[in-house]
């Protein structure tokens, strides 16, 4: 019987589908492990190649630790919301639904195909409304919280309305807005509910306010900043500028200091903590207030620099900072107001990066210096961001080189800060200098200079120590249609939630998926879209990382209709121990999960500070895309001939791309070509030696390069069990690495030279129950050593060349021995799980699946060697190899060797010397 790849996978697939092979249940006494793979979006194109890779290392890992004893949830579902959907939407007029749950449909076929080891029993999907009921009821826990900094925790906030009541705002220590009212508890009494309900918006952690936002008229809805590249969107290219809109926000700054020091307590990659660290952005320094007489109010700036205050020699804020209209002069407005335009748009992202670019406008207005009380002037920039500290920076061009350019570029003042400083250019002040430009801190150094200035600034109620973060709260809401409905209800224009038992609030039906023509939201066409016949719902949805800020808990309990997840299965799956996934979501999705984990922590609905132990970020699997090269014409026309790669020096040509799938070991199928596009219909190739030979280069998968390849004709052509290894055969999992179909034909030979091992030269099924030899033990406990060390460190790559290895060794051994070959099929499942439980059955095994066998304890006496082939050296040249045990003494050895006839004959009659002896090196005759 030959090996048959299609029966034998599809009939494994069946089985387990069937039987159930892999759902989890929490009633045993196995220890716990909990694999997770980054929650997909299931797109219209399906699977590539390049997609299933972090796939296959999860399904690796988790058929590993079921062979160790372990029991492993191992879920997959959907993160089906998205903008992609409702593009798809618009164009065609289709609801989002149907499309998604096509997709779906098309996902679920080809995961199948791969055959991995999912509990399917616990899919969820976020569009799913049973289970998006449990997203709005997190949210409404998060409106109904504040941040108590003394507990360093969420609370409800009845407590906040109870410190209030009895003693007003003293002693309350909350996050939350700047602008918050002081007053006593007789003056909170005495507010209407609705003044009581505004002052409270500004404490929750999920609130309302006016923000700055990426606004992307195309799309219809505000844009998250990684969803915009080079200013404009990420899905379709549309342009995407800065602008002011009411919206939900989530007060993810309360945890900042959390996000950062739980960075220290988990297993991720070096580089993906830095850019956590770095996006959280934690700086220790300074509040300082500038005064402004004209309009009787403070622009507050935050600096990690405070020593540095005497160098001030103008302000600059944010060009959406809530003061420069109120600051700016009736000469000075058009030129602001043209400014003000031109930033907007542009991305936060470029006026981060754009450091050499100088550009500004004057407001007019002058401030107060808050120690010198000099004027200083008031300008508006684009590199001041008005959502990072206060929209404001102090400019000290003789210690920053943003502002030191800038000065130089408007000719402002730049005042030095210590006797020793050249201000030819911009130069950080040396912290051991001294300071000379005031009597405070004339002569300290920087550590002495630091308290000094805080010191006066607060005498004169100017300023305070600070600690501050670059991460601002995350804007949650969206003018979207295919999201989560926000569980909210507005009642003369201030919020209220709806009641728990009316959860979910399902998406309404509309005529159309694009904003009203009065610039609603797609909800605004909704009929009757209101609550109790009166009040308002909110017009926009959640965005797309809330659904899957949670989703690992909801895999825990999937079908619970009381709860998200119950704390019994919380309690005993408590987080996810291995987490597989690109390192993209950095500073999106991973740090809004491990925001909305802590909160959940807070609220009493599970125990563990951080979602995710230990986190794998998976390389990209790259295109190797190929070309073919149209021969222009003196004139350079294309003309209809393609010259073959290695003639092309010849010609004038154009390199065009071809797919891939007409393409094999780089020589073109002519034939395929010629349909490949109409124009290609009667097309003429100048060959070398009879063949088309392609070009090649590796370049990211895409379709637009035609290299893209479908893991379902991998699959068909050469099975899931060959797809799976040489995935993992093309190089260390963390890596990028170049996709290339020739190499997989070699991986596909070694299975079928390991279905011969268990069969006979007629193609029957024949294993002997002899005692293996101490060769085929050895053989065997390499490969079960080796790769458990593999796997235990996710070096899968080197796991595949030692499967080689061994199956060459065996063959050799002509070893057809049960009690080695049961072992290696074992030892190969996690890999190659359909034909190792097809060799399983095959051998007679009970309970029909090889997927909860145990791991083959490794025996290191198989691989203790008790023999060497000594090379053998006369007067120092090796003559031959001669095999002796390696417990001989030197005497044996001696005799023996001299007593061997090829020995004999190197000698050649002549008187032997001496002989030098190396146990386990070498022999060397002297004569």
Not at 390 to 416: C, N
Not at 565 to 578: C, M, P
Not at 920 to 926: A, D, T
């Amino acid at each position: 019987m030959d090996y048959n790849h299609k029966v034998i996978e599809k009939g494994w697939q069946t089985f387990w589908a069937e039987n159930g092979t892999f759902r989890t249940s929490e009633s045993t006494d196995k220890p716990k492990y909990y694999v997770l793979d980054m929650f997909p979006y299931p797109s219209g194109a399906g699977l590539h190649v390049g997609h299933p890779l972090g796939y296959i290392a999860s399904d690796i890992f988790s058929r590993y630790k079921r062979l160790k004893g372990f029991n492993v949830l191992h879920p997959m579902g959907y993160d089906s919301f998205g903008l992609p959907a409702e593009q798809y939407a618009i164009q065609t007029g289709q609801h989002p639904a149907i499309t998604t749950e096509v997709n779906i449909d098309r996902y679920r076929e080809q995961l199948d195909n791969i055959g991995f080891s999912y509990d399917w029993s616990r899919e969820v999907r976020t569009s799913d409304p049973a289970y998006y009921k449990w997203t709005q009821w997190i949210f409404m826990q998060l409106f109904q919280a504040w941040y108590n900094k003394d507990a360093d925790k969420a609370e409800s906030i009845d407590t906040l309305i109870k410190a209030f009541e009895t003693s007003g705002t003293s002693g309350v220590n909350a996050h939350c807005d700047e602008d918050v009212l002081t007053f006593t508890a007789s003056e909170w009494l005495a507010f209407t509910p609705e003044q009581q309900l505004e002052e409270l918006l500004k404490y929750r952690l999920a609130y309302l306010r006016e923000s700055t936002v990426n606004w992307c008229a195309a799309l219809g809805t505000v844009l998250a900043n990684d969803e915009v590249i080079n200013g404009v969107s990420e899905r379709g290219g549309y342009p995407v500028e800065q602008k002011k809109m009411m919206q939900w926000s989530m007060r993810i700054t309360a945890y900042a200091e959390r996000l950062l020091t739980g960075l220290d307590t988990v297993d991720w990659p070096e580089p993906l903590v830095e850019m956590q660290r770095n996006w959280i952005g934690k700086s220790v320094g300074a509040t300082v207030r500038f005064p402004v007489p004209q309009l009787d109010t403070n622009i507050e700036v935050f600096t990690t620099r405070v020593d540095t205050v005497y160098g001030v020699s103008f302000i600059v804020l944010a060009p959406e900072h809530e003061l420069v209209k109120a600051l700016t002069t009736d000469d000075q407005r058009a030129a602001v107001e043209d400014y003000i335009a031109t930033t907007s748009k542009k991305s936060e992202l470029d006026r981060m990066s754009d450091v050499k670019a100088v550009s500004g406008a004057f407001t007019g207005a002058y401030a107060k210096h808050p120690l010198t009380g000099q004027d200083v002037q008031i300008w508006i920039a684009d590199y001041v961001l008005a959502g990072y500290g206060t929209g404001a920076v102090m400019a000290v061009p003789s210690g920053d080189q943003r502002d030191y350019l800038f000065a130089k570029h408007f000719d402002l003042p730049i005042i030095p800060i210590s006797d020793s400083q050249d201000i030819s250019e911009a130069a950080d002040p040396n912290k051991d200098g001294r300071y000379i430009n005031s009597e405070i801190i004339n002569g300290l150094t920087y550590e002495q200079a630091v308290p000094a200035v805080i010191d006066q600034l607060q005498s004169l109620g100017l300023g305070k120590g600070k600690v501050n973060f670059r991460m601002r709260d995350a804007i949650f809401g969206r003018q979207r249609y295919w999201g989560e409905p926000v569980p909210i209800y507005f009642k003369q224009g201030l919020p209220y939630l709806i009641d728990k038992e009316e959860l979910p609030l399902l998406l309404p039906e509309v005529d159309k998926y694009l904003p009203t023509e009065t610039g609603e939201p797609p909800l605004g066409r909704a009929k009757d879209w209101k609550y109790q016949d009166e009040n308002v719902y909110e017009l926009s949805t959640m965005p797309g990382w809330a659904g899957s800020s949670w989703y690992w808990f909801r895999y825990m309990d999937p079908h619970n209709p009381n709860t998200f997840a119950s704390r019994d299965a919380i309690d005993y799956w408590k987080s996810v121990d291995l987490y597989i996934g690109g390192s993209e979501h950095a500073t999106g999705h991973l740090l809004y999960s491990r925001f909305w984990n802590k909160f959940l922590k807070d609220w009493g609905c599970q125990g563990e500070e951080e979602p995710f132990k230990k986190l794998i970020n998976q390389g990209m699997i790259q295109g190797r895309s190929n070309f073919v090269y149209r021969v222009m014409d003196a004139e350079g026309k294309a003309t209809n001939q393609f010259v073959s790669y290695g003639l092309k020096a010849d010609y004038k040509v154009m390199p065009l791309h071809v797919d891939v799938n007409i393409v094999s070991n780089d020589v073109l199928d002519l034939e395929k070509f010629k349909t490949f596009r109409p124009d290609f219909a009667n097309a003429e190739f100048i060959l070398e030696h009879g063949k088309y030979i392609c070009g090649s280069e590796v370049e990211k998968m895409s379709k637009s390069k035609f290299n893209v390849v479908n893991p379902d004709d991998i699959i068909e052509q050469y099975g899931a069990d060959t797809l799976r290894l040489y995935e993992m055969f093309l190089g260390p999992l963390e890596q990028s690495k170049p996709w290339n179909t020739n190499g997989i034909e070699g991986v596909y030979k070694f299975l079928k030279k390991l279905w011969r091992l268990f069969h006979d030269s007629e193609g029957n099924f024949h294993v002997s129950y002899d005692e293996p030899t101490k060769a085929e033990y050895k053989a065997l406990h390499k490969i079960i050593k080796k790769v458990e060390e593999d796997i235990e460190r996710f070096s899968f790559n080197t796991s595949v060349s030692a499967f080689m290895i061994c199956v060459n060794e065996l063959t050799d051994l002509k070893c057809n021995k049960i009690g080695i070959l049961k072992d290696l099929v074992i030892v190969l499942q996690p890999y190659a799980p359909h034909i190792a439980e097809e060799l399983w059955c095959l051998m007679g095994e009970p309970k029909g699946t090889i997927s909860y066998a145990a791991y083959p304890e490794f025996k290191a006496e198989y691989l203790v060697e008790s023999e060497f082939a000594y090379p053998v050296s006369v007067n120092g040249k090796t003559k031959l190899n001669l095999p002796l045990a390696l417990d001989l003494d030197q005497q044996t050895v001696e005799a023996t060797v001299l007593a061997n006839p090829d020995v004999q004959r190197y000698i050649d009659g002549k008187t032997v010397r001496k002989i030098i002896f190396v146990k386990g090196k070498i022999i060397n005759i002297v004569v």
